[in-house]
T-cell receptor, first 109, second 116 residues
Framework: AQRVTQPEKLLSVFKGAPVELKCNYSYSGSPELFWYVQYSRQRLQLLLRHISRESIKGFTADLNKGETSFHLKKPFAQEEDSAMYYCALTDTGRRALTFGSGTRLQVQP | DAGVIQSPRHEVTEMGQEVTLRCKPISGHDYLFWYRQTMMRGLELLIYFNNNVPIDDSGMPEDRFSAKMPNASFSTLKIQPSEPRDSAVYFC??????????????FGEGSRLTVL
């Protein structure tokens, strides 16, 4: 069974500090990994996906198959990054996403 | 497009009552998902449909929960009878499988259910 683990429920950093939101997964096949974000009073939305290898709002995430991790990183946190972040996984044959329990990021001024 | 539309946004009911949550997916999307969000368990997949057909309902908690998708533009999630432990935010999401699309899910604003 596929499983996504986000070990931190809350991560609090100061503005300008580096951020790393941890995500580990268990899956025997070739997964597709995503990060979704939910800002206050907004819908849950896609932030980035591993196959795109892109940087969105300064965030990047690298898929490490050896460590089965997909950590989300940003070198300098901004106050507007404060939100709930979910790591998610799926496989090519199944369209539904399995989500982690989420990490709330608080960026303090 | 207004995106995925869910109703009601908030529902407060008493234990034992029937609850019906509604969802209108984005036009043209052929997948529809129901998720439940709680503080303890995060986002859990309840059921999903492809072209109106249920594909995986293994996440439906028990027989008190049922979901239907009578046509491409409407789905319901029904709880009968409701219990306090069903209190959660229920999200509907839709997506399409097309060239270049890797299955991004588009979420509704959620229906917050409180069962007293």
């Amino acid at each position: 069974a596929q499983r996504v683990t986000q070990p931190e429920k809350l991560l609090s950093v100061f503005k300008g500090a580096p951020v790393e939101l941890k995500c580990n997964y268990s899956y025997s096949g070739s997964p597709e990994l995503f990060w979704y974000v939910q800002y206050s009073r907004q819908r849950l939305q896609l932030l980035l996906r591993h196959i795109s290898r892109e940087s969105i709002k300064g965030f990047t995430a690298d898929l490490n198959k050896g460590e089965t991790s997909f950590h989300l990183k940003k070198p300098f946190a901004q106050e507007e990054d404060s939100a709930m972040y979910y790591c998610a996984l799926t496989d090519t044959g199944r369209r539904a996403l399995t989500f982690g329990s989420g990490t709330r990021l608080q960026v303090q001024p | 497009d207004a995106g995925v539309i869910q109703s009601p946004r908030h529902e407060v009911t008493e234990m034992g009552q029937e609850v019906t949550l509604r969802c209108k997916p984005i036009s043209g999307h052929d997948y529809l998902f129901w998720y439940r969000q709680t503080m303890m368990r995060g986002l859990e997949l309840l059921i999903y449909f492809n072209n109106n057909v249920p594909i995986d309902d293994s996440g439906m908690p028990e027989d008190r929960f049922s979901a239907k998708m009578p046509n491409a533009s409407f789905s319901t999630l029904k709880i009968q009878p409701s219990e306090p432990r069903d209190s959660a935010v229920y999200f509907c999401a839709s997506s399409f499988l097309g060239t270049g699309n890797t299955g991004e899910l588009f979420f509704g604003e959620g229906s917050r259910l409180t069962v007293l």
